[in-house]
């Protein structure tokens, strides 16, 4: 069953922005309040690249391609997680993947397609 649904990919033109969108439907709230979340991305041809992380606290880090551009943040009474994505490039073009990690288990969403172009 699914876990993770990421939704809120599309196409947009360079300079643009959007938000990803992630949520945990089926985790118990206390339990993905205390776990860490995280964006990965693909591209073809390309291995998973990391793209940013959330800690339980809120602590941020992000990908050296996306810092100063991207920004990650949870709702926890929502069960989400966001990425907001501004100044988009032709390069973050990918499939973009929800991560959750804690001392259970560890899931990744299906992935939802973004991609930059003019």
């Known amino acids: 069953q699914v876990q993770l649904m990421e939704s809120g990919g599309g196409l947009v033109q360079p300079g643009g922005s959007l938000r990803l969108s992630c949520r945990a439907p089926r985790m118990i709230l206390s339990v993905f309040s205390n776990t860490e979340m995280a964006w990965y991305r693909q591209a073809p041809g390309n291995q998973r690249e990391f793209v940013a992380h959330?800690?339980?606290?809120?602590?941020?880090k992000y990908g050296d391609s996306v810092k100063g551009r991207f920004t990650v943040s949870r709702d926890n009474g929502k069960r989400m997680v966001y990425l907001q994505m501004d100044s988009l490039r032709p390069e973050d073009t990918a499939v973009y993947y929800c991560?959750?990690?804690?001392?259970?288990?560890?899931?990744w969403g299906q992935g939802t397609q973004v991609t930059v172009s003019s």
């Open positions: 959330i800690t339980s606290d809120r602590s941020t």
């Open positions: 991560n959750s990690k804690n001392e259970y288990n560890e899931f």
